[in-house]
């Protein structure tokens, strides 16, 4: 069925209104996802802006496994669409994840959508076979933004012990159990009433970037403002595109470029891009043909909204009879939210954190009909459960030896900014 084309000049509402109507009308449903790129530029391109829903939970893949069967299902025009948690991890390797979990999301889940919407420039495309969409859409209201309620955020892991773990991390460097750690910590409240859609407008609007996205599974939201890519497929070219690396932007463009440059020249920033670009090369030469794996942009810096950013580029070609699932168990869980080696990092992380990773620095993306896909790497999101009102956040930062305990813990509150300044939390 030929999809339905509408030009944004036909409309009767703005395409910022029709946008925020859409995705209340999609959190209608049992499952929804956004993928949002606010039209930056970004090397390989960010994410397509795109929005699919499904009426009904039903079946979905669950496990590495469930996922292969159910990709190799009959055709589809619809893209599939779904999230990776870090806790996918165990599956692919002698893993466990024992910490509290608040929100419970599965391992992994993915959707086929009844119906979905693609924007273009001067348009939005409409497609499947449900009648009516566009009029639905038009009549569903935005609720009035309404006043926040006061938020009273708690560290799972408390600053003294996050000071205190750093150090300890330090010294397994120096007796040669891992090069570098990337230590997150959680900071959560309960009994939060929160409106999503309207959270996620604020906070895509507070910090714009390429790879941001909305997902709702029964009653759990992801409200994610990444900038970073994990992993992109476009014919057989893969790409990643890690991030280690921020310092925030400057108040005036003099002190804007003296950030930049000081990022740009930070050793120990500089150390950190290496030694996952490294990871990243052994990572994708495993799926990879033979000689094909470069690095086109090494130490490459990007402004966001509130940060700059580090983030080099790695590219392979992929061999033919590679699938999705083995490109996940190649690749995941990112390098660049684990450290490097990346079992041992793993093996440390469940030791020193306090919190079940779940979704963050996990993955959110979407898989094309023709079996090109994207995902982001989840990070600077929030994450809440309307039934039980549990909302939260984690923040991280790569520690190596030459880590300084309280300049790390200041780095994770600067990436937590825009999450704090939406939530309308002036401090942690």
Not at 88 to 102: T, V
Not at 255 to 283: G, S, W
Not at 391 to 417: H, M, W
């Amino acid at each position: 069925m030929l999809p339905l084309i509408v030009s944004f000049a036909a409309l009767p509402v703005s395409g910022a209104e029709f946008r925020a109507r859409a995705l209340h009308w999609a959190a209608g449903f049992a499952c929804c996802a956004y993928y949002e790129s606010n039209g930056l530029e970004y090397p390989g391109g960010p994410f397509e802006r795109l929005l699919a829903v499904a009426p009904q939970a039903g079946p979905a893949p669950t496990t590495l496994a469930d996922l292969r069967g159910w990709l190799a299902q009959a055709p589809s025009a619809a893209p599939r669409c779904g999230f990776l948690t870090y806790d996918l991890k165990n599956e692919i390797e002698a893993l466990h994840s024992g910490h509290f979990d608040g929100l419970q999301w599965p391992a992994l889940h993915f959707f086929s959508p009844e119906t979905w919407l693609v924007w273009q420039p001067d348009s939005v495309e409409i497609h499947g076979e449900t009648p009516g969409v566009l009029e639905a859409i038009l009549a569903t209201p935005v609720p009035a933004e309404a006043a926040l309620p006061a938020i009273q955020l708690m560290p799972r892991l408390p600053k003294r012990e996050y000071l205190a773990a750093v150090e300890a991390i330090r010294e397994d460097i120096l007796n040669g159990e891992v090069y570098e750690l990337n230590l997150c910590q959680e900071f959560y409240a309960e009994n939060v009433a929160l409106d999503p859609v309207g959270t996620f407008l604020r906070l895509n609007a507070a910090s714009p970037t390429p790879f941001a996205g909305f997902y709702k599974w029964q009653d759990r939201y992801l409200l994610c403002a990444s900038p970073e890519r994990f992993l992109q497929k476009k014919g057989p070219l893969l790409t990643s595109q890690p991030i280690k690396g921020t310092i925030r932007r400057g108040a005036t463009p003099a002190e804007d470029e003296r950030q930049r440059h000081t990022l740009l020249h930070d050793e120990k920033e500089r150390a950190e891009n290496l030694m996952i670009v490294d990871l990243v090369r052994n990572d994708l030469a495993r799926v990879a043909r033979t000689g094909t794996v470069q690095v086109p942009e090494l130490f490459g810096l990007y402004p966001f909204r509130h940060v700059w950013q580090m983030i080099s580029t790695i590219q392979a070609r992929l061999r033919p009879e590679v699938d999705l699932t083995e490109i996940l168990r190649a690749t995941f869980p990112m390098g660049s939210m684990t450290g490097a080696p990346k079992i041992r990092a793993m093996q440390l992380i469940e030791h020193y954190e306090r919190t079940k990773r779940g979704l963050y620095s996990g993955s959110l993306g979407y898989i094309t009909p023709t079996g090109d896909f994207d995902f982001n790497v989840v990070i600077r999101s929030l994450q809440y459960r309307a039934g039980t009102g549990y909302l939260s956040f984690q923040v991280g930062s790569a520690i190596t030896y030459d880590s300084n305990p309280a300049r790390e813990y200041d780095e994770c509150l600067l990436k937590a900014r825009a999450l704090l300044d939406v939530l309308g939390v002036e401090r942690l």
